[in-house]
């Protein structure tokens, strides 16, 4: 499944349709965290990190992860990512380390995802 940009709620069964293409229980993403959209599916957070700033997004709001879908609570959602590391914004690794910046990732994901 081709990444895609997603604005508004969507359902469990699309949202399965993005797993084993090319993980079969992880799908990597990325979002603005400006914006509240969020870039699923893809086998590099980069290709997905494209795709976001080819739609107007800033490098600076775009922060990636992935998402276990069968999983719960904080085991669902991990935080890393090579996009994620900007020395010059204080996080020097793979790991989102802003606990503002982890609350707002889960809100957004709260929202458009089931």
């Known amino acids: 499944m081709p990444i895609e940009v997603i604005e508004g709620k969507m359902t469990s069964e ?8 090319p993980f079969p229980e992880m799908i990597k993403f990325v979002i603005d ?15 997905a990190e494209a795709v976001l700033l080819d739609r107007g997004s800033n490098q600076g709001d775009l922060w990636g992860g992935n998402l276990y879908v069968e999983k719960t609570g904080e085991r669902r ?22 606990p503002h910046i982890q609350e707002g990732m889960r809100r957004i994901l709260g929202q458009l995802l089931p």
């Open 33 to 47: 965290v400006r914006r509240g959209i969020v870039a699923l599916g893809g086998e590099l957070h980069s290709d």
């Open 14 to 21: 699309h949202l399965q349709k993005f797993l084993g293409d």
């Open 77 to 98: 959602i991990e935080y890393t990512a090579m996009i994620n590391i900007r020395p010059s914004a204080g996080n020097s690794s793979m790991q989102v380390k802003d």
